[in-house]
Antibody
Framework: EVHLVESGGGLAQPGRSLRLSCAAS????????MHWVRQPPGKGLEWVSA????????GYADSVRGRFTISRDNAKNSLYLQMNSLRPEDTAMYFC?????????????????WGQGTPVTVSS | DVVMTQSPLSLSVTLGQPASISCRSR???????????LNWFHQRPGQSPRRLIY???NRDSGVPDRFSGSGSGTDFTLKISGVEAEDVGVYYC?????????FGQGTKVEIK
């Protein structure tokens, strides 16, 4: 059974940083592209970033490009999101999500499983 | 970005009655591979989304057969043949054909 467990969320002041982690189990992590998707309180889903199986290709939403960095460690079955220069509008639940393919080039996406999410609040 | 437009945004349904949610795109979602990457997700209150339907009409394992997806090109529909209490929550369509992936605004389903 696919299991994705996010951690690292919390309260951060504007301009500060947080690093999210996602621990994966129940599937061959290194064979799949992975995503981060966020959901502001009471609002809909917003895709944030994606990374190919071998970290060779990645993509970011315009709203986070240049501030957030996605990475993975296949040996540790883990996905990460380094979030710098945080803004109040980054406040959201952050979900780690699995793609259905490894995606040598990140130019399409097909998400199947989601983690439970980790909450991030950016406020002074 | 490809805008996905869902309607209605809210639906109040009597138990056992059918429900239908529309999802429209201004751009065709047919990929050069011939696949159409249009998925439907269900999010119950306080939970993460769960995929119900992938590539327009394929039901995920464990999803009741009262759920069905249809459509092509730019117009897609999720149907529930007879709503049950566990079906409450928000339904999202998501396209993955064009970069970046985008979601519809969500349709909130409640029991009347």
């Amino acid at each position: 059974e696919v299991h994705l467990v996010e951690s690292g969320g919390g309260l951060a002041q504007p301009g500060r940083s947080l690093r999210l982690s996602c621990a994966a189990s129940g599937f061959s992590f290194g064979d799949y592209a992975m995503h981060w998707v966020r959901q502001p309180p009471g609002k809909g889903l917003e895709w944030v970033s994606a990374l190919s199986w071998n970290s060779g290709s990645m993509g970011y939403a315009d709203s986070v490009r240049g501030r957030f960095t996605i990475s993975r460690d296949n040996a540790k079955n883990s996905l990460y999101l380094q979030m710098n220069s945080l803004r109040p509008e980054d406040t959201a639940m952050y979900f780690c999500a699995k793609d259905t393919a490894l995606r040598d080039i990140i130019d399409l996406s097909d998400i199947d499983f989601w983690g439970q999410g980790t909450p991030v609040t950016v406020s002074s | 970005d490809v805008v996905m437009t869902q309607s209605p945004l809210s639906l109040s349904v009597t138990l056992g009655q059918p429900a239908s949610i529309s999802c429209r795109s201004r751009h065709s979602l047919v990929h050069s591979s011939g696949n159409t990457y249009l998925n439907w997700f269900h999010q119950r209150p306080g939970q993460s989304p769960r995929r119900l339907i992938y590539k327009v009409s394929n039901r995920d394992s464990g999803v009741p057969d009262r759920f069905s997806g249809s459509g092509s090109g730019t117009d897609f529909t999720l149907k529930i043949s007879g709503v049950e209490a566990e079906d409450v929550g928000v339904y999202y369509c998501m396209q993955g054909t064009h970069w970046p992936p985008t979601f519809g605004q969500g349709t909130k389903v409640e029991i009347k």
